[in-house]
Structures are given as structure tokens and as C-alpha cells.
């Protein structure tokens, strides 16, 4: 069976991220949360908190401006700059946070999220060894054999000859 090659350059870009703002400093939050507001109103999406440029936080929203809004108030978790990603269906967007916080693993994210299947390449894997350590057992006793018969025809030579 022949694999086929999958190319990306037939899917465009921005399928799924309507448009981000980046790097924003905390306390600009304030002087632009009204054009914010207007501009996000009731966009879903993802939203990541930095400090120092480290990723301490991602979070999903399905109201953008307010989650942003409530953080920028919050004083347990240290951060000082944010970026937001407006995502264009809400249906993908618990799956791509949970592909963020497992890949980023920040230290403000306690729950990774659950992934359906999220065993089923390790247990493919598992079984493609089991596969192969099997047909390695059964070349091992078909080649210990071979020797047997190999060391047993060459005794029988040497002793052929030494009469």
C-alpha cells in the first residue's frame, strides 16, 4: 500500500484564528479596553498571560474582552503582558487550549485538560512492539535451529575426517 503525502499548502491560513493581538502590556489594558470591548464584544477565544515573556497562563474564553477584563484585576497570578487569538469557531476551541497548555505547560494551569483517545498511538505502539518482539522470538528459534543443524553437520565432518 502506498502512504499518500498529505500537503498543507492546500489549507489557508486563518481557517481557524480570526485575528490576535499580541504582547500586550498589563497596564495598557486600561487605556484600550474600550476600544477592547467594542472591537471583541462577544468573541470566542484563546488567551495567554506572560511574565517576563515566560507563559505563566492559557485560558479559552467564549467572551475574549471579559475573561482578559478579570484577569487584569487579578492579583494572585504575576503577569505583565497578554496576547489573545479570536478564534473563529468555537467548536475547536477547548481542543486547541488543551493542545497549548500541554505543549507551553505553564505554571499558572493546574488542569491539562482530557483528550478522547488520548492512549490509542501508545497502545498502537505497544502492540507494533509486541508484533515485532514476536517475530523476533520466532526467527530466533528458527535461526537457533539452523546453528543446532550447522554444528551438528560439522561434527559429523570432523569426525569423518579424524578417522
Do not use: C
Not at 6 to 23: A, C
Not at 58 to 86: C, E, M, N, P
Amino acid at each position: 500500500m502506498k502512504s499518500r503525502k498529505i500537503s498543507t499548502s492546500k489549507f489557508k491560513r486563518g481557517s481557524l484564528i480570526k485575528y490576535p493581538l499580541e504582547n500586550i502590556k498589563r497596564e495598557s489594558f486600561g487605556i484600550i479596553k474600550k476600544e477592547l470591548k467594542e472591537t471583541l464584544r462577544k468573541n470566542p477565544g484563546v488567551y495567554a498571560l506572560y511574565n517576563r515573556d515566560k507563559l505563566v497562563y492559557v485560558g479559552l474564553a467564549t467572551q475574549l474582552y471579559g475573561r482578559v477584563h478579570g484577569w487584569s484585576k487579578h492579583k494572585k497570578l504575576k503577569w505583565d503582558k497578554f496576547s489573545i487569538f479570536v478564534i473563529k469557531n468555537i467548536k475547536y476551541l477547548r481542543d486547541l487550549e488543551t493542545a497549548v497548555v500541554r505543549i507551553a505547560r505553564p505554571k499558572g494551569n493546574e488542569i491539562k485538560g482530557r483528550v478522547p483517545y488520548q492512549k490509542y498511538l501508545e497502545r498502537i505502539l505497544r502492540d507494533k512492539v509486541k508484533e515485532k518482539r514476536k517475530k523476533y522470538r520466532i526467527n530466533l528459534r528458527t535461526k537457533d535451529k539452523e546453528i543446532k543443524s550447522l554444528k551438528r553437520d560439522m561434527a559429523l565432518i570432523e569426525e569423518a575426517i579424524h578417522k
